[in-house]
């Protein structure tokens, strides 16, 4: 009963099956199971002592030899057959030994109700003294996220390898927030309606997005954000109409730095949005994510991206990779392997400037987690192009 695979026996109450259905009533009242079951026991064992100790006074008499002799067979007899071999047995196939067994135990309970009732009263009063609490419904107990994690790695023989992957990663869902996945400011594209007419004519015809934010002036202050499909109708005019296209945008829906993705995810569906410009605490614009850079955590990478964000890594002879300093980690760990930390920054350039605590000239190696990281590039402030090299295997001693 104890042993019973609880997500199986779900499985089978919903199935229907009344078996289950039993096994699981009676989990809800694990007190009065195992008080019943030991009650049980007891008196059986009891019983087949007494029994053993009647039947050599009948044919040995007060002999003290026959007596031991009696009681250590007896006790030997009890522990093999009663006891260890009936239990190994159960706590190998649990399912096929409890689901029958419940036909037998839900009349045994009824039948020692009374006693019952009246152990597990005074045992519940020294629990109480004792301040010790007690959970009585074991068929409800909560399972924790690093459980379930547990549960879909335990899985990997009846689940094929992409799609334990992907259960792992909708589960990392709940930890990983809207900052760890958003496209960095300085890489978003995007319209300014103050610019010239032509200028965002052409932008807008050779733009690879289909939905883009339009600021004023300065790309922190957004005002709207277009969807192309709404655009042909202007671009049939000799001249783009700015104050049309100020019309037909979509007011900008803003994200805290901090949502978890799994509650994005929630949030793009009730609000039918696709995408969201991430702000810090003080309202300051710090990215944009899109539903397709939530569903790429879970299921992957998707092709239909423009070849700015295709995410193609320079790879050289010696196995190393030139990278950009704006990349992801969580970019670069998922399509090269890497295990860089993802603790603290969320892009190669923070996570080398946190590392230094200065900012790097060209030329400057560091090591990472095991990996040898070299400056090629840097401009205003930032690592712009870094080389990453293998992780070197460390010597023993």
């Not at 007060?62 to 030997?76: E, H, M, R, S």
């Not at 309606?193 to 004519?201: F, H, K, Q, S």
């Amino acid at each position: 009963m104890m042993a019973i695979n609880r997500y199986r026996l779900n499985s089978l109450v919903r199935k229907g099956k009344h078996s289950a259905k039993l096994v699981n009533r009676l989990l809800g009242k694990v007190d009065k199971l195992l008080g019943s079951i030991l009650l049980g026991n007891t008196l059986l064992n009891v019983a087949a002592a007494a029994v053993t100790n009647i039947i050599i006074l009948r044919l040995y008499g007060q002999n003290d030899l026959a007596i031991l002799v009696g009681t250590l067979a007896v006790t030997f007899a009890l522990l093999v057959f009663s006891e260890i071999m009936p239990k190994i047995i159960a706590a190998s196939y649990p399912e096929r030994i409890a689901l029958p067994a419940s036909y037998v135990l839900t009349p045994l309970i009824t039948l020692f109700h009374p006693v019952v009732s009246i152990a597990t009263a005074i045992v519940k009063g020294f629990l109480w003294i004792f301040r010790i609490r007690i959970l009585t419904d074991q068929s409800k107990q909560k399972v924790t996220l690093e459980e379930l994690r547990g549960l879909v790695l335990d899985a990997e023989h009846f689940l094929p390898r992409k799609h334990q992957k992907m259960l792992l990663n909708l589960v990392d869902l709940e930890r990983i927030t809207v900052n760890d996945v958003m496209v960095p400011r300085n890489l978003i594209e995007a319209l300014d309606i103050n610019a010239d007419p032509i200028e965002l004519r052409q932008q807008i015809i050779t733009c690879h997005h289909t939905l883009l934010p339009v600021y004023a002036d300065t790309p922190s202050n957004v005002i709207g954000i277009l969807h192309l499909k709404r655009v042909p109708s202007l671009l049939l005019e000799a001249t783009l109409d700015l104050d049309e296209l100020r019309k037909i945008l979509k007011e900008p829906y803003f994200i805290p730095s901090d949502t978890p993705l799994l509650k994005q995810l929630q949030q793009f569906q009730e609000r039918h949005r696709r995408l969201g410009l991430v702000v810090d605490e003080y309202g300051e614009l710090l990215g944009l994510v899109t539903l397709e850079n939530i569903l790429e955590e879970i299921v992957g990478e998707f092709t239909t991206q423009s070849p700015s964000q295709s995410g193609k890594f320079m790879r050289h002879e010696d196995g190393s990779f030139l990278l950009e300093g704006s990349r992801s980690l969580r970019e670069i760990n998922r399509k090269l392997g890497l295990h860089l930390p993802l603790e603290g920054a969320k892009t190669l350039n923070g996570l080398i400037l946190e590392h230094l605590e200065d900012i790097p000239e060209t030329g400057t190696s560091l090591k990472i987690a095991g990996y040898p990281i070299e400056i090629i590039q840097t401009q205003d402030r930032i690592v712009k192009v870094a080389r990453i090299f293998p992780a070197q295997p460390t010597k023993q001693q």
